[in-house]
């Protein structure tokens, strides 16, 4: 989408055709304010202000078509009350006008918010580029039927007094963000006898071939000689082969490290310990945290922000194939550490394990964050509205937090007490994969702890916001979400100032 902001004070400022004319309006906040809209059309708009059709409410749009001219339809978009606005009522409200642009073939569109100086444009751009989102790969076409209309140009009337350089970097960034994010979706949505963990450290080398980014991939033979036996025991069951993906961005020598790591579960069938067919078919989603990893790094090669990022991504499928781990076997992970597997389906944590052993081995960071579909329990607690982080860190929490609500991929921080690691303790082996029944996704999390030693760590537990987020209307809820590609874009480039 291309975006164009101008800084105007009356119409006449203006000379090009911008399409549909978008005026936001909050709940009974009339008469509409808008620096170009003509006469006419405020008089029939305001007619069906005055039969309560219009009334600004939450989600709440109309959309009426004019005559060519400056502009040739305009669409009303309801925000609620003043008060309670926020950057995230932009997105859903947005979000919830979609449809309208599909109907209404709208392809070039014009935000006037010149009269609106303490809205963000960028969260409308973020609505739209994820609204119109969709995975039709699989489809049959109709050779007769046109491919479906999108906004492929966006421009933003702000007051003259507003910076419109500064405007303009904020909404090419979120734009940006949100494309990968669409990336990170389409990557889960391809369904698990096409995304295989090789097609995924394809995609990863991909990356680097575009951009220059180092990238690293480690195989099974290499994987067996480092020791990361927990990998290698998830991917036993599978004829798919185990990969360990790493890429770098470098930017000098005195620059500060994170590392983002994500689980790559491509398929995930329980291993012995199989899960219930009802929906298995969604356990393609098990490497949501990949693909939010490498899309984030996406647009972190992109930017070439002056820090340096280490993106991991342990990969594998959990197959009940006839060399398939077995509930009770023993592993030693990467950092010599034994575990008794006691559950199969408890995968997620194991790969993990060495995933993040070896990234702060080999690459010591200042910080570093996982994000996994890991727990069910996490659902339970949270369910599909935030994501879980726990941490060794509530400074590194607090930064997160803060990411989440920017970019409406929010976290809420559980706790990580020591009496929860005693609960992972193994009986015949140092620690077992699965704790009791009870507080599951936080002794996932405590398991994960015993393999990052001293480094400032945070896991986030996103198995309830992957996907099935029905209450976001600028996410269609038959699809993955890509939850954490802005959340991680925005913390990495918020900790450029520092890491605490």
Request: aromatic letters at 6%.
């Amino acid at each position: 989408m291309r975006v164009n902001v101008t800084s105007i004070k009356n119409k006449e400022d203006l000379t090009s055709p911008l399409g549909t004319l978008v005026i936001p309006v909050y709940k009974k906040n009339f008469p509409l304010n808008s620096t170009i809209l003509e006469a006419q059309h405020e008089e029939a708009l305001q007619a069906l202000i005055d039969r309560d059709i219009i009334t600004g409410a939450t989600k709440e749009s109309y959309f009426l078509p004019t005559h060519e001219g400056l502009y040739n339809a305009v669409l009303v978009l309801g925000l609620g009350e003043e008060e309670k606005c926020d950057t995230e009522t932009l997105r859903r409200s947005m979000g919830a006008a979609c449809p309208a642009l599909k109907t209404n073939k709208v392809s070039h569109i014009c935000f006037d918010l010149s009269h609106f100086p303490e809205l963000d444009p960028s969260a409308f751009l973020e609505a739209i580029v994820l609204g119109q989102y969709d995975f039709e790969v699989y489809k049959s076409k109709d050779n007769e039927t046109p491919a479906p209309t999108t906004v492929q140009e966006a421009h933003v009337l702000v007051h003259e007094d507003i910076d419109a350089e500064h405007v303009h970097q904020s909404a090419e960034l979120a734009v940006l963000a949100c494309l990968s994010t669409n990336g990170a979706r389409h990557l889960a949505n391809t369904p698990a006898n096409e995304l295989t963990p090789t097609a995924l450290a394809d995609f990863a080398q991909g990356i680097a071939n575009e951009t220059g980014c180092e990238c690293t991939i480690l195989g099974e033979t290499q994987m067996a000689s480092l020791g990361m036996n927990a990998i290698l025991g998830v991917s036993r069951g599978s004829a798919q082969p185990a990969k360990l993906i790493v890429l770098r961005h470098h930017h000098s020598d005195d620059a500060k490290t994170i590392a983002i790591v994500g689980k790559g579960v491509t398929f995930d069938t329980g291993g012995i310990s199989i899960k219930p067919a009802a929906d298995m078919h969604e356990m393609k989603y098990d490497m949501c945290g990949a693909a939010a990893v490498l899309c984030a790094m996406m647009n972190i090669v992109e930017l070439k922000p002056p820090i340096n990022v280490i993106c991991v991504v342990p990969t594998a499928e959990n197959m009940t194939g006839d060399a398939a781990q077995r509930p009770g076997d023993i592993v030693k992970a990467y950092n010599g550490k034994t575990i008794e597997v006691h559950n199969t389906d408890a995968e997620g944590r194991l790969i993990l394990a060495d995933a993040l052993a070896y990234t702060v081995d080999k690459y010591k960071p200042d910080a570093i964050v996982d994000m996994a579909t890991l727990t069910g329990a996490c659902v339970v607690a949270l369910g599909h509205v935030a994501a879980g982080v726990f941490t060794n860190s509530d400074s590194l929490a607090l930064s997160l937090a803060d990411a989440g609500e920017q970019t409406g991929e929010r976290v809420w921080q559980l706790p990580l007490w020591p009496e929860y690691e005693e609960l992972i303790k193994g009986n015949h082996a140092d620690l077992c994969n699965i704790g009791p029944r009870w507080g599951g996704a936080i002794t996932a999390a405590a398991f994960l702890k015993q393999f990052i030693g001293e480094t400032p760590w945070a896991h986030i537990d996103i198995a309830g916001t992957a996907w099935g987020a029905d209450h976001l209307p600028y996410l269609n809820s038959k699809h993955a979400t890509g939850f954490g590609v802005r959340l991680l874009t925005s913390w990495i480039l918020g900790q450029i100032e520092g890491i605490e």
